[in-house]
């Protein structure tokens, strides 16, 4: 039986993300790492295609959510969603508007949703405005991201500046009173001659009831949390049955390491926890910038402290040591040096016997699952809200699975690295 949802995720960890929430919701789920070369497996109930195209040129960034579109509709899918980070990550160019209207184009549809509410992790929509915890989206780090960051706060401002047909917002009245009223809200939104309905959401029920509200909706736009609500609608229509997707995969025994890119403000608090307590190493890109040999020394430190218990490796640091290392190296230069670092950092602890890796920035996950040669995940136990165990399926003969965990930068509380481990299944 093919599929019936469709994602395509803009890095590595939202595709995680969302593909947790679909498993909750009980959807068999896979996610893969690209668009795949073979065909899409059948037994499934929704597959999601991470890409890694936040950050790229607006027009890749199309390029290759077309092609990831594409690909679902020959497996089949009824029913498509672009999944983007609960914080709007992009710029005045992009990338959601952009990739957005492209896929509508595509599938022929004129209105879609724009909400990147998840409540579970403190992003929260009110008046079309997005809420970091207590706090303003333009008042939080993110006003501060390397990359992207958010100095606005207002949603149907960011993505209007992003796409050519108007924006209206769908508030939070309309949907207090349920899916009924708040599709009729869509309604009265389209015949408006808008395009997109920014959607208030300040908990699970307000996703619940989107969910609902997008039942017939060709194309959804939104972070991982309208998710929740989607599985239901199949359930439904009598299309699927609920099952316990989550993969009672066997863990792979070995060593443990952290592998850390992200510098927002949660990471950096879950690596100074476990640095208090595991042995910590530090990877700086104006070192990698001056020809030091930072993978052979992070590799040969590693090689006298893995056998001590999960070991970490990081780039994590403070916005203002970021700003420094940017201005010397240029943003692209510093990303890519520390990304490119990492990962055959990473790739060395796989090769010395890590078999259970947790990865901290989209970024960061989506280079390390590339040098790893993975080319799909299937869904374990969920850690902390938005970011699961999963299983690596290897594109390669022979590698051995890993138990990975992908962090989005923003995820996870203090002591996520330190008692992630407990989560997998035994």
Known sequence: MAALLGCIAD??????????????????????IGVPDSAAPTDVDAIVVALKSRTTPAADAVRESLAALRWLQAA????????YCS??????????????????AALGTDFTIACPAFPANGRTIYKGVLFVGDELLSESGMRKHPLTPMTDSSLVRVLQAQVRHPVGLADHGAVSKGSAA?????AELKAQGKRFAVVDAIDNEDLMQIGRACADMPLVTA???????????FIDAGLMKPCDASTAFEVPKGLRAVVSGSCSQATQAQVAAMKARNPAFRVDALDVSQGRKVVEEALAWADVHLADGPVLVYATDSPEHVAAVQRELGTERAAELVERTLSEIAHGLVER?????????????????????VAGLRIGPEIDPGVPWTLSVSSREGDRPVALALKSG?????????KAWEYLPR
């Not at 890095?11 to 893969?32: C, E, H, P, S, Y």
């Not at 992009?90 to 509508?104: D, H, K, R, Y």
Request: proline content about 3%; charged content about 15%.
């Open 76 to 83: 089949g899918c009824r029913q498509f969603y672009f999944k």
């Open 353 to 373: 016997g890590v078999s259970q890796l947790i990865v901290a920035g989209g970024e960061t996950s989506g280079a390390v699952v590339k040098r790893l040669g």
């Open 182 to 186: 708040l599709a009729g809200r869509f």
């Open 87 to 104: 914080t709007f990550d992009s710029t005045p160019a992009g990338n959601i508007g952009p990739v957005a209207e492209a896929l509508m």
């Open 11 to 32: 890095d590595f960890t939202g595709g995680t993300d969302l593909a947790g929430m679909l498993v909750k919701g009980g959807m068999r789920t896979i996610q893969t």
């Open 410 to 418: 923003n995820f996870g509380s203090t002591d996520f690295f330190l």
């Open 223 to 233: 972070g991982s949390g309208v998710a929740l609500g989607l599985p239901a609608n």
